[in-house]
């Protein structure tokens, strides 16, 4: 078996999220609306990793003000937020489960306000911490 090395270029200032889930990368990608965003955007799935296996990263070359961290606290409170500098990581956030989310996920009950009335924000709030549970705002229904 040959190995190759995989080289992504360093980014001058931006974030690296790692420690993802493997195979969770592009989910990730399309609710942090990085499609949207006119910077470049490095994926890489299916790293090694001594501590989780296998894993995915993204490298994005932007200021990390341009991205909601509530939500990839949702998708994955593990995930590890490097922020870069001039090459050189200058911060490392942890991420926590968001007391409230808006607009990420939508109610599934029928009966819901928000299912009726459309330009009615959809918003959960994390009941429990525990178990991760989040329900709507507006009806209690669990996601």
């Known amino acids: 078996m040959v ?4 080289n992504v270029s360093s980014i001058s200032e ?5 420690h993802i889930q493997a195979g969770k990368s592009m989910e990730i990608y399309r609710q942090l609306n990085l499609d949207e965003l006119d910077c470049c955007v490095a994926i890489i799935k299916n790293a090694e990793s001594g501590k989780m296996g296998k894993k995915d990263i993204i490298k994005i070359e932007c200021p990390i003000d341009r991205i909601d961290l509530n939500v990839l606290g949702f998708i994955d409170h593990n995930i590890t937020v490097n922020i870069i500098k ?7 956030m942890s991420l926590q489960l968001p007391k409230e989310i808006k607009n990420v996920v939508t109610c599934k009950n029928p009966r819901c306000i928000t299912s009726i009335e459309q330009g009615l924000d959809q918003v959960f709030v994390l009941t ?3 178990k991760e549970v989040y329900r709507c705002k507006y009806c209690e229904e669990k996601y």
């Open 86 to 92: 001039d090459e050189k990581i200058v911060e490392k």
């Open 14 to 18: 931006g974030f690296v999220l790692d």
């Open 3 to 6: 190995r190759s090395t995989l």
């Open 128 to 130: 429990d911490p525990a």
